[in-house]
């Protein structure tokens, strides 16, 4: 009973908090100083039609950097505990895979693969980019390993795809400092045609590799989870 | 104006989906709750014009954490039993 009115009391506490602040709010009728800045000459300075993009990529690149080291940890941090436990090896007895999932995986995951990769080829004239590809891509083969559970995904093949697009961007990134602006600056490639694929110089090439990346590492997350995958 | 009554009914739905994800005893429909309010907030990111957020949001959170959360309840299923 005290514990309940405890919490209707917290939760007063909050509609008043946050009715002060949606009572207050109004909308800025301009952008600030940094926005209108972007918006204003990041066509002219980075070529990205995707204004989004064009900030992720170049004016932040160093913390997308950080953010694809930070999965690259958990998805080292996720093998490494389940690889402790010793995996069962006994083969448990598998349900049959239904034919509907059977034949939709089979048309299904190319098209879903292509889709991925369109998303990352195109996140500078789009929405989207290397992480959304890149998510897209591991779930493709999140339906593959529900489809077949047996199949067997090589972990070699990932960890040679993720260590080669890493090593690529932080390599992209110091080539910037060597022959452009500055690190992961896009203008070592000309800007291009604004609004067409070959254009805003390095950030198409950068966000493949951001996309390979992202995908490679979530593929590994998934396929350490999946039991009956045998180590290494 | 219709935009915000959808933005609204669409937050009352990710209220519901988060109540019924703790409160309820099954956890398969508390993971398959918690996936739900991934999608519709998704959703009100799209009405909200970032739609490159909003693909974030649909593919990781509503699926790959889904599937991941399943993979773990299986996993925790066999050991205990």
Known sequence: ?232 | MINLLIAIVIGILILIMAIVAIHNKSLVIGIIAAGAVSLFASILYLLLAAPDVAMTEAAIGSGLSTIIFFYVLNKIKRQNG
């Open chain 1, 1 to 232: 009973m005290v514990k309940n009115s405890f919490i209707f009391v917290l939760l007063l506490g909050f509609v008043f908090l946050f009715f002060n602040l949606f009572a207050d709010f109004s909308g800025n009728t301009e952008l600030n100083g940094l926005a209108g800045h972007y918006a204003e000459s990041a066509h002219k300075e980075v070529g990205a039609a995707n204004l989004v993009t064009a900030v992720i990529v170049t004016y932040r690149g160093l913390d997308t950097l950080g953010e694809v080291t930070i999965l690259f940890l958990s998805a080292a941090i996720v093998s490494f505990l389940l690889k402790i436990e010793t995996a069962s090896t006994e083969n448990r007895k598998l349900r049959a895979t239904s034919e509907i999932l059977d034949t939709a995986s089979k048309i299904l995951v190319p098209v879903i693969f292509i889709f991925g990769i369109y998303v990352f080829i195109n996140g500078h004239l789009t929405p989207g980019g290397g992480f959304q590809g890149g998510a897209i891509i591991a779930s493709g083969l999140v339906l593959i390993l529900l489809a077949k559970p047996l199949r067997q995904i090589s972990q070699r093949l990932i960890s040679i795809i993720e260590s080669i697009s890493g090593l690529s961007f932080v390599l992209l990134g110091v080539a910037g400092i060597l022959f452009a602006a500055g690190f992961l600056d896009n203008k070592i490639l000309s800007l291009g045609e604004f609004g067409t694929i070959f254009s805003a110089g390095l950030i198409p090439v950068i966000y493949i590799f951001v996309g390979l990346k992202v995908g490679a590492e979530l593929s590994s997350i998934i396929a350490n989870l999946q039991e009956n995958q045998n180590e290494a």
